[in-house]
Every structure is written in C-alpha cells, then in structure tokens.
C-alpha cells in the first residue's frame, strides 16, 4: 500500500462520519439557513444581465492561464495577484457540464428585481436525492440535462471530474500525488467573460452567485477570486480575492453550494464595457492535509448582475383640506431598499436609497415654513390663496429620478374666525347701580388662521351704559344696565376671511335693587323666603 492509498482510505473514512454529522445538522439547520437566505434579496434592484450556463456558455466563456502569468505574459499582471507556472495541459480543464448543481425555486433572468429572481434553495449533488417539492433534474449515471454550471480547476487530472468519476458514486475528489507523478507547479486559472455588459446609465452594480469551493480551511494555499474589467477585458481588477466558501467542501454531501453578493466598486458604473472573471490559484503544495479536496476547484452558477433602479415616489399630507396660512406637513415615504445577501449570514444594503427630493405645487401661491425647503424630505407647507393644489414629488437615487402626482390633493378655503365670550357675573343691580354692579365681558373668539379684525357688541335690550372708556366696537368692553330686565347679549366678529356671530339670550338679569319702593306700589323686593 503506498502513501496515496492511504490517504484515499483515511479520506474515505473522514467523509462517512462526516456524512453521518451532516444528516443530523442539516436536517435541523438547513431549513433555517433557506428561510434567511430567501429573506436576503433585493427589492429595488433589477438584474441586467445574467448567465445561467444552461446552454454551455454559448461560446461567451474563454478559459486560459491567468492573464500575467508566466505561461500567459500579456496583458499584464492583476495588481494583488500571486502568479506561478502552469503546465500547458491546464488549458484543458474547463468543465461546464457539471452534474453539480444548485437548486432554485425560480429561473434567473434579466429584467426582473432580485426578489424576483430564483432564490438558492440548496446545493445537490447527482447521487442526491431532490426536494420533493422540486424537480430532479438528473439521474443517477445520466448525462446532464439543461442544468449546468461552470467548473474551473488548476489539476490536469481533475479537469473531467464530474463529481464521481463512476455513476452513483460520491467520492468528488480529485488528489494528486506527486509519487505518481501528478503535477506539482503553483497553478491558476481563469474563465473569463468574451462579451461586454451593457451598464450604461447604471449604478451601483452587485454581483450574486451561487458558488461551490474547494481549496484548504484557510483559503491560502487554494482559492477562488472574482475578478473584473471596465474596459472590454484589457485590463482586469480584483472584485473579490480569497473567495471563502460558507459551505466548505466535504466530500459526500448535498449541500455545499452557497449563495453571496458583492458590490461593485464605483468605476463599474455607466459602464457599456464591463466584463467579469472567475479564477482559481493553487500554490501546488499538496503535502498539506488540507488539500485533499482541490478536485472540487472553482465552480460557479447562477451569475446575476443587478444595479439600482431609479425610486418610485409616494408621499402623504397630515391633512387634505384647511385654511390660508393653516402648516400641511408632506411626508416623504417612498420605498426603501432591503438588502443585498452577502458573506454568507449576514447583510449589506443594496445602496439605492432615494438621495433627492424636490416638491413642486401647482398653483403656486404657498410657502415653505419651519425651515424646510422644496428640496427637503419632509417639508412643511403653507397655502396663501383659496383654491385646489396639485402637489408632484420628484425622488431620486443613483439611477436617476422618477416624478409623481398626486392632483388636486389640497383643498383652501375661506376660513372666517368662530365667535365667543364670557362675562365675569351673570347678574347686576340696575337701579340703583354701583361699581359693584359693572359687568366686564371677554371676547372669546378663535380667529382661525388670520386674526380678528372688527368686533361688535350688541344688547337687547338696548337700555346698557359702556364705562370704564369702552365701546361697543371694542374686544373688550364694561357695561352696566339702566333698567332691570332680562339682557340678550350679541358679538360679531369679522376678518378677511368673513364674520360670525355668537347669541347668548337671557344672559344677563339686571335687578331693581331699591328697596324702598322698587318692588311695585312701593313695597320691598323680596329677595329670599322659606
């Protein structure tokens, strides 16, 4: 038995207690970790280009060493990036018919918002058995049907892999062994994007796709990179380096595809050239225990890039219909964006917060109050001419803006004050009369939105004195009453806006308080008895 029997069976025997773990944990975890992940979508962010590889790539992919390698000079070297020597047969190890699926509940396609699209609901392998409530799309020892995905890896023997090199089998790896002359040379390689991706008036781009890694715990010795290019593939930058799985691979399991987003950096946008990269580095080193699993390489499926969508405006007023110079507060509460799934459990905005506000209103006869200002989120409003107001909110994000209204929403009409008094006693000797006997009355009036102009004071009967310097056209006045009876006491007050009137009968009794012969025929009052 030589060294590579024996770490196929301590491999062997790794995987079937793995395995015996995995059918505990993801029974139990697995359905959470589909309900978060389903969770984690964009809702404001459409895709504009997508690739699926259902059709083998349809000639769009071109597979060679990593541009600046040693094997591959030109163009020049990607800053950040190690390069080694690959062995010329590496050209060869371009597998797109990948038994080695993900499953989703949907297609992916352009033109439909991220919630929308297929959402990842878990990784298969060919010897695996499907959800039942999804379709199986192999069979055992078959061919792939439409469903494929992109495999890439830097080992010559593993580039026919199919993950299982016999039908029905699980052993997925690929190890290679320098004893039986397996190469041993720091390799990469990389399948590139032939095509430009039209982003042209787009803005902050995500790029979503559903991977399956393999390489070492770490992801140093063996790793993946997302690369890409803005102008047509001359020179290419790092979107994403040491790619790290959050499913690390272990052979004989289902469910190490993941799904992960990663943001464009902002030379992306507007671009009408833009292109991407995948890449696999191995420093050739297989000595490591870590590496046993290299055979599972790069791979990747489901390739979605989204950008921002411009917003959608909606907005409320606190009320619809009120007075001149009454305050409308407009509320801003056009939708926001969710998030973008990234880095395995957790979450990065999508970045198309709306970033611009402007309010116009038709007619324009109205101000902006309490220092808000046409271009404010929420402003705060007041109208200065009677009538009907359309009322349009422009709302804009990166991707540009979007205009709606809302018309005839605000009704003004006149609003004239409410008339209101009080007086300080209900009741007064007339006759004879005292200090004691003035009664001070109260103007109680609301004005409304603009203040009382005129008041008016109005007795019957007429028989009443206006002291203390007071009139009947005060807000204010003091009366005393020259004969006893019952006094119906009337103000009317008035504005721009129009006049109102209160009435209050029998407010007032005046008394004959002479007791010497105001009670009739000369006899006294009487003012209490049992």
């Not at 010329?88 to 038994?99: C, E, G, M, Q, S």
């Amino acid at each position: 038995m030589n060294n590579y029997d024996c770490i196929q069976i301590l491999f062997k025997l790794y995987c079937a207690l793995y395995q015996c773990f995995m059918k505990a944990l993801l029974k139990h975890i697995l359905p959470i970790v589909v309900i978060f992940i389903s969770f984690g979508t964009v809702k404001s962010q459409t895709a504009i280009w997508v690739e699926d590889f259902d059709d083998g790539g349809g000639g769009r992919w071109v597979l060679e060493n990593a541009p600046g390698s040693k094997t591959n000079p030109t163009p020049g070297g990607i800053v950040g990036l190690t390069y080694g020597t690959n062995a010329a047969v590496a050209h060869d190890n371009f597998v797109i018919n990948d038994r080695n699926t993900p499953e989703l509940n949907g297609n992916v396609s352009v033109g439909a918002t991220m919630s929308a699209q297929g959402q990842f609901v878990r990784g298969r392998h060919y010897a695996c058995s499907a959800p039942s409530n999804l379709p199986n799309p192999f069979v055992n020892g078959a061919q792939p049907g439409p469903n494929q995905s992109l495999h890439i890896t830097a080992y010559p023997t593993c580039g026919t892999l199919l993950y299982g090199g016999t039908p029905q089998s699980d052993d997925w790896n690929c190890i290679s062994d320098p004893d039986n002359g397996d190469i041993q040379t720091q390799t990469e390689q990389i399948a590139y994007l032939n095509q430009n991706i039209d982003a042209s008036g787009k803005c902050n781009l995500f790029f979503t796709a559903d991977f399956f890694l393999g390489g070492d715990s770490d992801g140093i010795k063996s790793h993946g990179t997302l690369l890409y290019s803005t102008d047509a593939g001359v020179t290419w930058k790092i979107l994403e380096d040491n790619l790290s799985s959050c499913s690390p691979f272990l052979a004989g399991t289902c469910n190490n595809w993941f799904r992960r987003s990663f943001a464009f950096p902002a030379d992306a946008d507007n671009q009408n050239d833009l292109r991407v990269a995948v890449r696999w580095y191995d420093d050739g080193d297989i000595q490591n225990t870590g590496d046993y699993a290299l055979g599972a390489s790069f791979n990747i499926d489901n390739i979605i890039i989204s950008a921002c969508d411009a917003p959608v405006p909606m907005f409320t007023v606190d009320h619809t219909s009120g007075c001149k110079n009454e305050t409308f507060v407009f509320s801003d509460e056009t939708p926001t964006t969710s998030s973008l799934y990234q880095n395995c459990m957790s979450f990065v905005a999508s970045g198309c917060e709306v970033s611009s506000w402007t309010w116009s209103i038709s007619p324009a006869t109205f101000v902006f109050v309490n220092g808000t200002n046409a271009n404010s989120q929420h402003p705060e409003v007041q109208f200065t001419s009677n009538g009907t107001y359309s009322v349009s909110l422009t709302a804009g994000n990166c991707a540009g803006t979007n205009l709606t209204t809302q018309s005839n929403l605000i009704t003004i009409s006149n609003c004239p004050p409410s008339a209101n008094f009080t007086a300080n006693q209900l009741a007064a000797c007339a006759d004879p009369a005292s200090a004691l006997d003035t009664v001070y009355f109260t103007d109680l009036s609301n004005p409304g939105p603009v203040a009382i102009a005129t008041w008016s004071w109005n007795f019957t009967p007429g028989t009443v004195t206006f002291v203390n310097g007071t009139s009947a056209s005060d807000q204010n006045i003091a009366v005393t009453f020259d004969t006893p009876g019952s006094y119906e006491v009337e103000l009317t007050v008035s504005n721009s806006e129009g006049s109102d009137t209160e009435t209050k009968t029998a407010f007032i009794e005046a008394l004959d308080c002479n007791c010497g012969g105001g009670g009739g025929g000369g006899s006294p009052i009487t003012i209490w008895s049992e």
